[in-house]
């Protein structure tokens, strides 16, 4: 972790359990591409990955959510870009194929996206992806649209032409509150 002060951080969540436990080996394919963020919400992934000095693009379509994140990436001279997109239209990610080192992707789901995410990611690169299964529709937090959430075994076969490393699906209370989760990394051939 870098020494850049954190006392104006735009955000208070902390990254995710998956994250971080892939925090070293995002760090060792950074030398391939920056890392993108999507659906980055207050940034607690972008945050932690610009302390540690490892380029990040970071996409969500709200303002709200970047313009304090840009504004805290400029103030620390971090290597942080934030890029307002609706990641839910037909013309995909806005990006070049094959850029980036690792793709993260935590707690948003559309589907029709996996194939824009599998492109942009550099050969060898990892996808990083947690969010909510069907059954979260039964806990009192989180989405309740079948539209949000996934069906059992769903996230491996939406990114069937990628290597699964690890998988993971079910009441996961590694969170701040227990959440119905499928997480998933992979990582692109060739």
């Known amino acids: 972790m870098s020494d850049l002060p954190t006392d104006d951080l735009p955000t208070d969540a902390d990254p995710s359990p998956l994250f971080l436990s892939q925090r070293s080996a995002i760090r060792k394919r950074s030398t391939s591409g920056p890392v993108l963020d999507v659906a980055c919400g207050g940034g607690r992934h972008a945050i932690a990955l610009a302390q540690d000095g490892i380029p990040c693009i970071a996409l969500d379509r709200k303002s709200d959510f970047l313009i304090p994140l840009a504004h805290w990436g400029r103030r620390q001279n971090a290597p942080l870009q934030c ?26 789901l559309h589907r029709p996206l996996a194939r824009a995410l599998m492109d942009a990611l550099a050969p060898g690169g990892y996808l990083i992806y947690e969010t909510f299964t069907q059954s979260q529709a039964d806990c009192p937090k989180g989405p309740n649209s079948k539209k949000f959430l996934l069906g059992q075994n769903e996230l491996p076969s939406l990114f069937k ?14 969170t701040q509150s227990p959440s119905h989760l499928a997480r998933l990394i992979a990582e692109k051939q060739g």
Not at 161 to 174: A, S, V
């Open 83 to 108: 890029v307002q997109t609706n990641l839910e239209t037909p013309h995909g990610l806005p990006l070049q194929p094959g850029a980036f080192s690792t793709i993260l992707v935590f707690r948003f």
């Open 161 to 174: 032409d990628l290597k699964l490393l690890e998988y993971e699906e079910g009441l996961l209370e590694d």
